[in-house]
Every structure is written in structure tokens, then in C-alpha cells.
């Protein structure tokens, strides 16, 4: 009896345990070794030593602080054109999809069935300059003969948007469908206007749908490179290209490390932040629910 | 994708179900027109896809229309480097679908089921995984395999693809315990079945629809994950890391009609859950 | 944690790769010996058992921290090695050469080989573009199969993607692959993640290689390397769109072309490039002219429309892109497919460089590989692939294969081949050659001020 007292005491922490560690051992673990070896010094060659060289960071923001910031917006923009273009989508269809929400979501996020560098690919084809979009609008001079939106930060943006907005669709959905129609009639009865019913009710209980998809579009929309690499220019480089170049190309692992790092420590701050003040398990939650 | 879909019927379901209203509401037609314009877009790519792996393309380029063919679904195995890539994928999503599904589903259960001290932390770390930009959680697998010489390839991308697909799984699971009241297996117990018995054969019957969530959630994020993997593939080359290099140069016309399988299969797979999910509910309504 | 990466993994260390090699040896070749006085059947066997041994064991020496076995063992050896291979003459006499010679003597034939090579850089069958003729004679002469894949995009992220595994001792996926000389190739023999050749496998080469690939600057005897083809880093243009003939370097500066040129995204071409740009020879450049080059990119930054990888080629077959830096052969095949370009050297001169074919330390089928990398330098080959990708072959000889193929061929085939055989591209004659130099050689220290002075121009 005592022995099975103290496996079920012992149970659930034995069941946590093989997730815990794989965790532990392959993320937090690795963060420290990325800690470590961005204050390293040294080249291929002679290998690379532990100096304590802080000033990798210092020397990694002041060479690439543009491409930091560039991310931050980039991310910040994709992401309000996310809640744009998916909150009235995702509205239409909880509160107007009826007996066809369930196959108006499925055809909303058929597409993402395909592969996410295979969509990037295809709008690279489908923007090119003289390709099937741009070449009509050309022909019946609508654009001028030089007017191209591969290279530009329109593309980057706009392939980022694109390949986020099921992220903001989603949790946007599952919280308006969780708003019972009582209290939407409820609201109907007090307050005289839909606006006034849809400001007060609908968007505040909605919000954690939105933060949840913020949170799901933001991170990965700022330090994706793939769009980047892909659509971009000259001068649409975004942080996580850099990252990939000083893993790659330079070699400087230091370097990169420190620059992941702050990365990392940046969006997690922020994302920190912006849980502690609505609720770690509520955002998680909608987010993956 | 598909798990989404899963998930947020799971969601739905789980809550207490609103009787079927009237919602009062105008029926205007900008949202209506607004919902189809972003489907449309949507899948414009997806459809461009499809459209040129039909097409008759004779040079490198598949970019001018040239004519409608099936040469490319004839002759979808002549790249061997393209068709090893898509079988390696295949292989890892499925490895790592049963690893982290299973983790994660322990880990989930045990968040939903009990009190556990540091159950804080835990939640902290889940968290910062599921949160953390994907290109530093690559980087820093990258670094610890680096500085403990383990070899890229193969099983490096099975433990990074379980190291970001646990803590979504645990949280799905988690999520799906919230919704369960223990009476049901404390029931159990009372009638004589051991904790064993009792959560093989009550609790995960009911977690089941959130495992099932959680396991297609990693399917979908690894076998179209690039960013991670690219960090940690060494030269194994995977489904993404095929195309994004073939990009380069000119995808194969293949590669479109790969795509278009595998989304012909999502979309199978989709509607048979979906077509089987209505049965359910109606035969749920009927009761 | 604060382990140093260098220091944990004697792999980073160069200077040490002979001596495991001799320390893993020395017990097999000895153990050999052995076997060799118990009869030429035994010797059979105990070779094929150690070839695999060996490649294993060469794998696994990383992880195993044993001490260097010391010189004179390896010394007694060399007589076994040399007894064991009939051929290893052809070699140098340095202990180093011993020792390659016993780790040849222990390869045998698997009958595959994995090749990484560049897009664009092989003959295609016409009317399947995943064949290759060359490969498929190579198969049919040898019986080794090919596994060959495009996955070169650039030296540099090639470089970074395998350099782990290199550097863990651990096969890294390739036999042979093909490396540009220049930073990448120099620091692959540097760190010993190179596989030294056997010259005894070598004899087509030294019959047919031309003089310009023989015992290159870059790596001396070829002892780690021979050129699978060279090329010039020119400008390639699409005349309809451009509307004009370019001849210069200064042309993709034209502000005619804003948003429609393009550049390499690369610390070698671009920057030697630039250099020639500016009229000087990259090879005896000093940093004041690395300055200018730096200004001379600035200056066209803002017209660029992007800075390439290997990916150029697409734009510019599309018209995306007007004008851009190119790769003489990839015009030549791109047009193949149905581009209409252009490719120029221009007028100020223009890298050239050498692609080389290599063998990855730890390599899984050296011997398979090996025979392939000499099966290229049959002229008939050669010829093969110079019709196919028009790059600068390294067989002279090649020419008479494609004048005869010329002579066979008829209507547009007979013109194209016979331009072909004349084309400068692929003989190009001595007065080009002089116009053509070759990347700057840069020291470490060099480099870090170079990439300093050259990544902010592709990577901002």
C-alpha cells in the first residue's frame, strides 16, 4: 500500500519526465552551448576558444542593427496585415458560416497542405516581372514597363503575410466561436447598436484569440529568411539571412551565436512580457487549441 | 494544417456545444466577398502549382506555358535525389510523430491530471520552445552538435524536430485534460482497474481526439519544416531543403506534381476526418 | 560548456590528421604483412576485409583520442605498403605519400559513389534531363554507379553545411564533390578534409590534363585535386532587352539598367570581380585597391537589383534581370533551354577560376570516385562534356573529339559543334588568357579584413 502511495506520488513526475528531459537536454541545454560559444574567440583554422569576448554582441548590433530593426518591422507589419486581412475572415466565418463553417475553414487552409517553400516559390513565379500577374497589367499599360515587385520589400512583407495569416485565422476563429449567442443577444437587448455591441462584447472576447495569433505570427514572421531569400533584394535582408551567412559562409560561429542569441532574448522578452500580462496558459492555449 | 481543423472541432466540441441559433446578424455582402477574395488568394499558388505540373515545358525552366502533358506524372521517379528526399521526409515525419506524440501526450496528461511541483518551470520552457524564433532554435542545435561533434544527418533531424513538436503536443493534450472530469477514472479505480489499466483503457479513449490533434500538428510542422532542419541536415536532404535548392536553378516540373499528391492526399485525408467528424456530430445531435 | 570547440575535437586540427592516419594504420598494414606471407589468396581476402576496416576506422578516429602512432612505426610500414600496392611509385617519397599509399592499397571497389556537384556543370540527355551520358558510359565501362546530385549552390554555404562532419571525422555524405579554388578549397587542405589522390590512379590525367591544370598554384602536384572545368566570371545580358552590345565591366553600373542588373552575393567572384573592374589584377591586389573595388560596388549598389547565388540564372533567363555577373557555361546552357543570352568577358579582363574535383576525407567509396575522377580526363569525355556545358575543358585534346563530332554532325548541330571546337570559351587562346586572372590568395588574417570590407555590399 505504501509503495503504491509513493508510485502514485512518483507517477506523474516519471511521465513528465522523458518530454522534460528531451527538453532540457535539446533546447535549454543548446541555448547554453549557443551562450557559450558566442563569447568565444578564434577562426576554423585555429579553432575556437572561450575569451569571454562579450564584445561579440556589442560588435554584432552595431554591424547588423539595421537588419535587427528591419526584422522587427517586417514582423510587425506582416502581423497587422494579418489580424487585417484574417479578423473579418475569421468573424465571417464563425458568425456567418452557418451549416459551412467547418468546410469554409478546411478550403481557407487547403493551400498550407503544400509545402511552405514550394508556396514561397510559386509567388516568386507568380510575381515575376514580366510573369502572369504583372505581364496583363503591363500589356494594357495599368504599370509602367519597369514596375516589379520581386526585390521589394512589398514581396517580403507580402510573402510573409501570406504564409502567417492561417496562424491568425485559426485562434481568431476558436475564440469567436467560443462567444455563446446569448451574450451576443444579450448585447442586442442592452445596447442599441451593432457597432457599440460589436466593440464591447465581440472584439474583448476575441482578443485572446488575437494575441494568441500574434504570438504564433510575429516570432516566426521576424525571423524567417526563406521569404527573404526568396523574394527579396538588395535591401531586404532580414536578420535571419545574416544568421544563416555567419553560420555558413563565414563560419564565424561566435558570431552567429551572439546574434541568434539576441534574437532569441529579444523576441523572448517580448513575448514574455506580453504573456505575464494576459496569461502564459490562456495565450499557449488558444494558440495550439 | 489539417490538425488545426482537428484541433479547433476538438475545442469547439469540448466546450459546451451552443444550441444551434439564430445568430441576428445583417447579411451584408462585403464580408461574404472579403472571405472569398482571401481564399482565392490563398490558394492562387497552390492552384499555379498544380496548373504547371501539367505543363509541357521542354528546357530547364518551368515558367511559359508550353502545352498540357502527363509526361511529369509518368515520369515522377527520374530524379532520384528528388524522390530519395521526399521518402527521407516521409521517414523522419513518422519517426518523429510517434516520438513526440508520445512524449508529449505523457507530458500533457500528467500538466493536465496532477499537481506537479515545477510544473512552473516547466510550463516556462514549454513555452519559450513554442515561442522561440525558429532560426535560433536551429542555430543553437546546430552549436551544441558542433561542440559535442554529433553527427548531422539523419537523426540530428529527428531530435530537433521532436525538441519543437513535444511542447505542442503537451499542450494540445493538456489542453484536451482541462476539458475531462476525474470522477470518470476515479470510477475505474473504484471498480478494481490498476492506474496501468486505468489509463489505457479510460484516459487515453478520452484524450484521444487531442493526441490524434497533436500527432498531425507534428506531421505537418516536420515535414515541412526547412529553417530548423536546414541548420542540423548535415547532407541529408530532406523534401524542403530539395526544393528550396532546386529553386535556384529551376524547379522540376516533379516538384509541382509531388505537391500536388501530397495535397491531394491532405485533402483526402482532411475530408474523410471531416466527412467521418459530421457523421459523429449528427449521430451526437440525434441523440 | 566552456570547453573550446578546437581544442575538444582534435579533428579541428590539421597538422594532427597525418599522424591518426598513420596511428590507424600502421596496425592493419602491419596485419597485412602477415597475411601477405600466408599466400596471394589470403592477401585477397585480408584486403577487402581491411578496406572497410580502414574507411570505418578513418571515420571513427575523432572519438577515439589515441595517441599518434610515432614516425618509425610508420616508417616500418612503408615497405609493406609499397609491397602491398604494385603501383604506388607514381608517388613521392615523403612519409605522408606512404601513408596514402597504404590507405589506397586498402580501398576496394563498392560500386557507387556519391558525387556533389554544381547545377548546370554536366552533360544532360536531351531528351531526359535527369540523364547523363557521361555518367551512364561511366557506369557501363566500370559498373560503378553514380549518385549524382546538384547541391553545390556556392562554395561557401557547401563549405558550411559539411564542415561539421569533416571536421568529426565523419563521412560527410560525399565522395567526390567539386570545389572552386579560392578560400574554400585552400582551407579544406588546410584543416586535412581532403583525401590525398592516388596519383597511380591518375593516368589519363597526367596523359591529357592541359599544362594550365597541371600542378596548380592552389595545390601543388595535385595532390588533393584535379579540375573538373574552368570558368570566367564575365557578364552574361539578354541583347534584346539591354538593346546594345556590352563589353565592359562599367556597363552594370549603367543607370540605364537600374533595378534590372544583378551581382554575385560571394566573397571571390564579387569582389575579384570589382577588382578587375577597377583594372587590377586581383592576384597582386593590395588593400587600397580592395578599397576602391569596395567604392566601385557602393557606387552601383543602388541600381542592383539583387546580389545572387547560383540563382541568377533564373531572372535573367526570365527577364527579371537584364544584365547580370554570370558564369560563362551557365549562359551557354540556359540558352540550351531556351534563353536568348549573352555572355562577354569583358574588355578590363575577368576572374577565371578552376573548379576541382576532390575526395572528401572519410569518403565512403574513395576508389569508385577515384576512378571516376580519371575516367573524365579520357578525351572523349572530355569532348562529352565540353559540347554540353561549354565551360573552359581541361583536356586540350577534347578539341579533335569535337572536330570529328563536328564533321559527323550535320545541319545546325555541325555549325554549333564547329563553333563550338573554335569557341574561346573552351580553348580560350593565349591572348585571352592573359586578360583572365585568378582569385586573390588571402591569409586568414587578409580574409577577415576582405569579408569586412566585402559583406556589407551583398549583405545588408
Not at chain 1, 527579396?232 to 555558413?248: A, K
Request: glycine share 8%.
Amino acid at each position: 500500500m505504501v509503495r503504491r502511495k509513493l508510485m502514485g506520488r512518483l507517477a506523474p513526475y516519471l511521465l513528465v519526465l522523458p518530454g522534460w528531459l528531451w527538453l532540457v537536454i535539446f533546447f535549454v541545454i543548446p541555448v547554453i552551448a549557443m551562450l557559450s560559444l558566442s563569447t568565444q574567440t578564434g577562426d576554423l583554422i585555429d579553432g575556437f576558444t572561450q575569451t569571454f569576448h562579450w564584445q561579440n554582441y556589442l560588435d554584432g548590433w552595431n554591424e547588423y542593427h539595421v537588419e535587427f530593426i528591419r526584422s522587427v518591422i517586417y514582423g510587425a507589419i506582416a502581423t497587422i496585415l494579418c489580424i487585417v486581412i484574417g479578423y473579418p475572415v475569421a468573424y465571417w466565418i464563425a458568425f456567418r458560416g452557418g451549416h459551412r463553417k467547418s468546410s469554409l475553414l478546411f478550403l481557407l487552409l487547403l493551400p498550407f497542405f503544400v509545402s511552405f517553400v514550394i508556396r514561397v516559390v510559386s509567388w516568386q513565379f507568380m510575381l515575376a516581372d514580366n510573369g502572369i500577374i504583372l505581364e496583363p497589367l503591363k500589356a494594357i499599360h495599368l504599370l509602367p514597363a519597369d514596375f516589379h515587385i520581386l526585390a521589394t520589400a512589398t514581396a517580403v512583407v507580402g510573402g510573409l503575410t501570406y504564409n502567417f495569416v492561417p496562424f491568425m485565422i485559426l485562434p481568431i476563429y476558436v475564440a469567436l466561436e467560443r462567444i455563446h449567442p446569448e451574450v451576443m443577444e444579450a448585447a442586442g437587448d442592452l445596447y442599441a447598436t451593432r457597432r457599440a455591441a460589436f466593440r464591447r462584447v465581440v472584439l474583448p472576447l476575441s482578443m485572446p484569440g488575437v494575441f494568441a495569433g500574434v504570438l504564433l505570427t510575429f516570432v516566426p514572421a521576424a525571423a524567417d529568411y526563406v521569404n527573404a531569400s526568396i523574394l527579396g533584394g538588395t535591401d531586404q535582408t532580414m536578420i535571419g539571412n545574416v544568421i544563416e551567412t555567419e553560420y555558413f559562409t563565414n563560419t564565424n560561429y561566435p558570431m552567429a551565436s551572439a546574434l541568434s542569441f539576441i534574437l532569441m532574448a529579444a523576441l523572448l522578452i517580448g513575448v514574455f512580457i506580453y504573456a505575464k500580462v494576459l496569461g502564459t496558459r490562456e495565450v499557449l492555449d488558444m494558440a495550439v487549441a | 494544417m489539417s490538425t488545426t481543423i482537428e484541433a479547433s472541432s476538438t475545442a469547439t466540441s469540448g466546450a459546451v456545444a451552443p444550441p444551434p441559433t439564430v445568430h441576428k446578424v445583417r447579411r451584408g455582402w462585403l464580408l461574404p466577398t472579403w472571405g472569398w477574395i482571401v481564399i482565392v488568394w490563398l490558394a492562387s499558388p497552390v492552384i499555379v502549382m498544380i496548373v504547371f505540373g501539367f505543363n509541357n515545358t521542354s528546357g530547364k525552366f518551368n515558367i511559359q506555358w508550353q502545352g498540357f502533358t502527363l509526361t511529369w506524372y509518368r515520369n515522377l521517379f527520374v530524379i532520384p535525389q528528388l524522390t530519395d528526399s521526399l521518402i527521407t521526409s516521409i521517414e523522419i515525419s513518422v519517426i518523429v510523430t510517434i516520438i513526440a506524440t508520445a512524449l508529449g501526450t505523457l507530458m500533457g496528461f500528467a500538466l493536465g491530471r496532477y499537481r506537479i511541483r515545477g510544473a512552473g518551470s516547466i510550463n516556462l520552457v514549454m513555452f519559450a520552445n513554442i515561442a522561440a524564433p525558429e532560426v535560433a532554435l536551429g542555430a543553437a542545435l546546430l552549436s551544441l552538435f558542433l561542440t559535442i561533434g554529433f553527427p548531422l544527418g539523419f537523426w540530428s533531424i529527428v531530435i530537433v524536430q521532436v525538441m519543437f513538436s513535444i511542447a505542442y503536443v503537451a499542450v494540445t493534450v493538456r489542453a484536451r485534460m482541462a476539458g475531462l472530469a476525474p470522477s470518470v477514472e476515479e470510477a475505474a479505480r473504484d471498480l478494481g482497474a490498476g492506474p496501468i489499466v486505468t489509463f489505457f483503457r479510460v484516459t487515453i479513449p478520452m484524450i484521444t481526439p487531442g493526441i490524434m490533434a497533436g500527432a498531425l500538428l507534428t506531421f505537418a510542422l516536420s515535414i515541412d519544416d526547412y529553417i530548423i532542419t536546414s541548420f542540423n541536415a548535415g547532407s541529408t536532404v530532406t523534401f524542403p531543403l530539395w526544393v528550396f535548392g532546386a529553386a535556384r536553378t529551376g524547379v522540376p516540373p516533379q516538384v509541382n506534381v509531388m505537391g500536388t499528391l501530397i495535397f491531394a492526399f491532405g485533402v483526402v485525408l482532411a475530408a474523410i476526418g471531416f466527412v467521418t467528424g459530421r457523421r459523429k456530430k449528427r449521430q451526437l445531435d440525434g441523440e | 560548456m566552456t570547453d573550446t570547440m578546437g581544442s575538444n575535437n582534435p579533428g579541428e586540427h590539421p597538422q594532427m590528421s597525418p599522424d591518426w592516419l598513420r596511428g590507424l594504420l600502421m596496425p592493419r598494414v602491419s596485419r597485412r604483412m602477415a597475411l601477405q606471407a600466408g599466400g596471394a589468396s589470403a592477401l585477397a581476402l585480408a584486403l577487402s576485409a581491411c578496406g572497410v576496416a580502414g574507411v570505418k576506422a578513418a571515420q571513427s578516429t575523432p572519438s577515439s583520442p589515441s595517441a599518434p602512432a610515432p614516425t618509425s612505426v610508420a616508417g616500418g610500414a612503408t615497405s609493406a605498403a609499397d609491397a602491398g600496392s604494385s603501383s604506388s611509385s607514381a608517388a613521392t617519397t615523403s612519409t605522408t605519400a606512404d601513408v596514402n599509399a597504404a590507405y589506397w592499397a586498402a580501398q576496394t571497389k563498392t560500386g557507387e559513389f556519391n558525387f556533389a556537384n554544381w547545377p548546370l556543370y554536366i552533360d544532360v540527355n536531351p531528351n531526359n534531363k535527369n540523364d547523363h551520358p557521361s555518367i551512364d558510359l561511366f557506369t557501363q565501362q566500370t559498373g560503378i554507379k553514380v549518385n549524382y546530385s546538384e547541391v553545390i549552390q556556392d562554395d561557401a554555404p557547401f563549405f558550411g553545411k559539411i564542415r561539421p562532419q569533416l571536421a568529426a571525422g565523419q563521412y560527410c555524405g560525399y565522395d567526390l564533390m567539386v570545389i572552386t579554388n579560392g578560400i574554400y578549397l585552400t582551407l579544406l587542405i588546410e584543416l586535412g578534409y581532403l583525401t590525398p589522390l592516388d596519383q597511380s590512379k591518375m593516368t589519363n590525367f597526367y596523359a591529357n590534363a592541359s599544362s594550365a591544370v597541371k600542378n596548380p598554384s592552389f595545390d601543388p602536384g595535385n595532390v588533393h585535386s584535379m579540375a573538373w572545368q574552368s570558368g570566367i566570371t564575365g557578364i552574361g545580358y539578354n541583347p534584346k532587352l539591354v538593346g546594345r552590345k556590352i563589353t565592359s565591366w562599367q556597363d552594370l553600373l549603367d543607370p540605364k539598367f537600374k533595378g534590372k542588373i544583378g551581382m554575385f552575393a560571394d566573397n571571390e567572384d564579387l569582389p575579384n570581380a570589382a577588382l578587375c573592374a577597377i583594372g587590377v589584377d586581383p592576384a597582386t591586389s593590395t588593400q587600397a585597391d580592395w578599397q576602391k573595388a569596395v567604392a566601385w560596388l557602393q557606387k552601383g549598389k543602388p541600381l542592383v537589383r539583387q546580389y545572387y547565388h547560383q540563382d541568377y540564372i533564373q531572372p535573367l533567363s526570365r527577364g527579371d534581370i537584364w544584365v547580370s555577373m554570370a558564369w560563362s557555361g551557365d549562359i551557354f546552357q540556359a540558352n540550351a533551354s531556351g534563353a536568348n543570352l549573352e555572355f562577354v568577358v569583358p574588355e578590363e579582363g575577368a576572374p577565371i577560376w578552376t573548379d576541382n574535383m576532390c575526395i572528401a576525407k572519410g569518403a565512403e567509396h574513395p576508389l569508385d570516385a577515384m576512378t571516376y575522377m580519371d575516367f573524365v580526363y579520357e578525351p572523349k569525355i572530355a569532348a562529352m562534356l565540353a559540347e554540353a556545358i561549354n565551360y573552359i575543358t581541361p583536356v586540350r585534346s577534347a578539341k579533335t573529339f569535337i572536330e570529328a563530332d563536328a564533321a559527323k554532325a550535320t545541319g545546325s548541330d555541325k555549325a554549333s559543334l564547329q563553333q563550338l571546337a573554335s569557341s574561346p570559351l573552351i580553348f580560350p587562346p593565349q591572348d585571352e588568357l592573359s586578360r583572365l586572372h585568378y582569385y586573390r590568395v588571402l591569409t586568414q588574417a587578409e580574409l577577415k579584413t576582405w569579408n569586412a570590407m566585402f559583406e556589407p555590399i551583398y549583405q545588408s
